[in-house]
């Protein structure tokens, strides 16, 4: 995960998640991380749903 010291880390890193056209969660990684990063959100659904997954804004790498 790049982190940019100009730029939050939510616009870089985090995820939004919409079910059905409403907002049901964003993910977003701890500052500290330096891996892979997981999360769940129960949507308690009993029915199908159309999900809308919005990613980051920008992607930053740093090459070593």
Not at 17 to 23: G, I, P, Q, T
Not at 38 to 52: F, G, H, P, R
């Amino acid at each position: 995960i790049g982190k940019m010291p100009h730029f939050a880390l939510a616009g870089s890193a985090g995820f939004d998640l919409y079910a059905d056209d409403r907002y049901a969660g964003s993910f977003l990684p701890p500052f500290e991380i330096s891996s892979g990063y997981e999360s769940c959100l129960d949507l308690n659904a009993q029915q199908m749903k159309n999900i809308t997954i919005n990613f980051p804004l920008y992607e930053y790498s740093a090459k070593n």
